[in-house]
């Protein structure tokens, strides 16, 4: 399997607060990658610094067997990490539409008297971002809306047009900063199979999620971070038998004779 | 007052191609209807502040950098007219793509270094700026006349006609709204424009989504000055003679009272903007300095009744909720 998205000992630092802490993390290509831990644990952090949002402290960063340590977003957005946001962000007062043909940007190379000229890249360009704009709203299951402006959505379809902007990229990894967040167990239950269905797609999934059920069923490794620093990675079996995973959620319980709380 | 603009905006949308032959046939007879020269110099000013208003608009209202400095761009395109074509003799027409080049590069050399900044913080740097460019045209007096001005701006020609009385300057700046408006709503609808938007709505999603927002930033200040520049050379031959009083922080001001009056963010909006400024400062001059008060007190009336501006849209980032909620019920009460 290839390595797609490796940390080697990253850390950020804030002042004297270790928000991450020396994190390993091993990506392959094929993964849907939980990172779960408490509040505060520094999972979005780790994550702003893997998509370029904040430099880091120490430690390097690998995607596709480059170094992107230290670079632009817009940069590593090119190279192919799409992200979502944990509070959304959406370009509300555009339509649902025009937010996904941001997404094509990357792919289409109009210049400024192309678009005045409408020369034939300008051409090529709106075509290609109008029909797979559309293709990619209907995806995800937003046909009847893609003339409503993004602000007016309700949340669970406004976090739905945050990954379809997403999937516009063609990227190869894309990161997931709760996506579940304040929705409701159905609407959890569908983005779940829609994460899965993206993954049987091709796409890499790196996703930061709270809700345990979640993270549990689709999540084939895990990495668990506390206080910036990781305490646990692997599969689900092997991260729910972990001590130090547990005192982490459930604090230290007195131990009873024989070794259970 | 919002009723009347919803039922403009239905009543051109519903007879789109006959209210824009009208609307061309009376605006190239303009000069035949209204001879009088003092009428046509007020509707050439009008044209002159649309493009100067549209121009503002691009970088304030598209991207929400806020410049409230516009004049010192203007000021540049002026003077580099005025400079080249009283030493040098060069022909208006080329002129005029070479101010607003010109400009463009100043537009970008301001944005350089203030591409990190932000709102209020940005708008004190352009504000800095177009006091600075003022005072280097007042002071700088082996090339720019210093308080004595420029003299004698050569009228610009073509086939043998004169564009000298504002009669036929018209035609000149119609002309030029006319490509300003067409350029700009292309480049507003293509990828460039919609990078802009994305700036304005969220700058840090807008980068992950790998749109380079320093450059696009730039790009878009840069084509905002270069409308001022284009602006500033039309407008130097127009008058004949500048000096550095009419491009004061007042003009900033004024350029964007007509934005936000118009509406931020529309291509029409600083169009009626100037439309109302200008009407509005002809028919003031009487009280002359008080009509600063009595444009303070339109703005603030603008902000209570219709914050996005006249011809702004009702879903505009400006609306804010009180318009917002009305169209909710009105779109309610419509479905049920």
Not at chain 2, 116 to 135: C, D, M, P
Not at chain 2, 190 to 200: C, E, N, Q, Y
Not at chain 2, 206 to 226: I, Q
Request: hydrophobic share 45%.
């Amino acid at each position: 399997m290839k390595v797609l998205l490796e940390a080697k000992s990253v850390s950020k630092h804030f002042g004297g607060l270790k928000a991450v802490d020396k994190v390993d993390m091993v990506i392959n290509e094929g993964d849907i990658f939980g990172i779960i831990g408490p509040n505060g644990a520094g999972k979005t952090t780790f994550f702003n610094l893997c998509s370029g949002v904040f430099p880091v402290t120490g430690g390097e960063i690998f995607f596709n067997e480059e170094n992107i340590t230290n670079l632009r977003p817009d940069i590593i957005a090119k190279k192919g990490m799409a992200r979502t946001f944990q509070n959304i962000k959406l370009f509300n007062y555009m339509s649902v539409l025009e937010n996904i043909k941001i997404g094509f940007h990357i792919h289409s190379k109009t210049r400024m008297w192309d678009s005045i000229l409408h020369t034939s890249v300008y051409k090529r360009d709106e075509k290609l971002a109008e029909e797979k704009g559309l293709e990619i709203i209907e995806r995800v299951g937003l046909k009847d809306y893609k003339d409503t402006l993004a602000g007016n959505l309700a949340y669970g379809m406004q976090r739905r047009v945050e990954i379809a902007r997403a999937l516009a990229l063609d990227p190869k990894i894309l990161l997931l900063d709760e996506p579940a967040a304040g929705m409701n167990p159905n609407e959890t239950m569908a983005l779940m199979e829609f994460i899965k269905k993206l993954n049987q797609e091709g796409y890499t999934i790196a996703v930061i999620e709270h809700d345990m059920k979640f993270v549990m069923n689709t999540c084939n490794r895990i990495l668990v971070l506390n206080f910036g620093k990781k305490i646990c990675e692997g599969d689900s079996e092997c991260v729910k038998a972990n001590k130090e995973v547990n005192e982490a959620y459930f604090g230290k319980g007195i131990m009873v004779q024989g070794g259970t709380m | 007052m919002n009723e009347i603009i919803i039922r403009l905006k239905r009543f051109y949308e519903n007879h789109k191609i006959i209210t824009i032959l009208i609307g061309s046939i009376l605006l190239l007879l303009m000069p035949v209807i209204f001879p009088k020269s003092y009428i046509m110099g007020i509707i050439c000013r009008i044209l002159l502040y649309m493009i100067l208003a549209g121009g503002l608009n691009v970088i304030n209202g598209y991207s929400s950098q806020f410049c409230i400095g516009y004049a010192g761009f203007f000021c540049i395109g002026a003077y580099t007219e005025a400079i080249l074509a009283v030493k040098l003799k060069i022909n208006f027409w080329l002129l005029l793509p070479v101010a607003g080049i010109f400009t463009a590069v100043a537009g970008l050399l301001l944005c350089l270094p203030t591409l990190k900044l932000k709102g209020k913080y940005l708008a004190l740097v352009t504000l800095g700026f177009s006091e600075i460019v003022r005072l280097v045209a007042l002071n700088w007096s082996s090339l720019t006349g210093g308080p004595m001005g420029l003299k004698g701006i050569p009228v610009p020609r073509i086939f043998g006609i004169q564009f000298k009385s504002s009669l036929s300057y018209y035609y000149i700046f119609l002309l030029l709204v006319v490509v300003f408006l067409f350029v700009t709503r292309r480049v507003i609808n293509s990828r460039i424009g919609r990078a802009w938007m994305s700036i304005r709505e969220d700058e840090q999603a807008a980068r992950s989504l790998g749109v380079d927002t320093y450059k696009y930033k730039a790009l878009n200040f840069m084509y905002g000055a270069f409308w001022a520049g284009i602006a500033g050379a039309a407008y130097a031959p127009y008058t004949r003679y500048i000096d550095s009083t009419f491009f004061t922080l007042d003009e900033g001001f004024n350029i964007l009272s007509m934005v936000i009056i118009g509406g931020m963010g529309t291509l029409v909006g600083p169009m009626a903007g100037s439309v109302v400024v200008n009407f509005l400062t002809e028919l003031l001059r009487p009280i002359s300095e008080y009509r600063m008060v009595a444009y303070a007190i339109l703005i603030i009336a603008m902000m209570w009744l219709r914050p996005q501006g006249l011809f702004g849209a009702s879903n505009s980032i400006l609306a804010g909720r009180k318009i917002n909620k009305k169209i909710r019920k009105a779109k309610k009460e419509v479905a049920a």
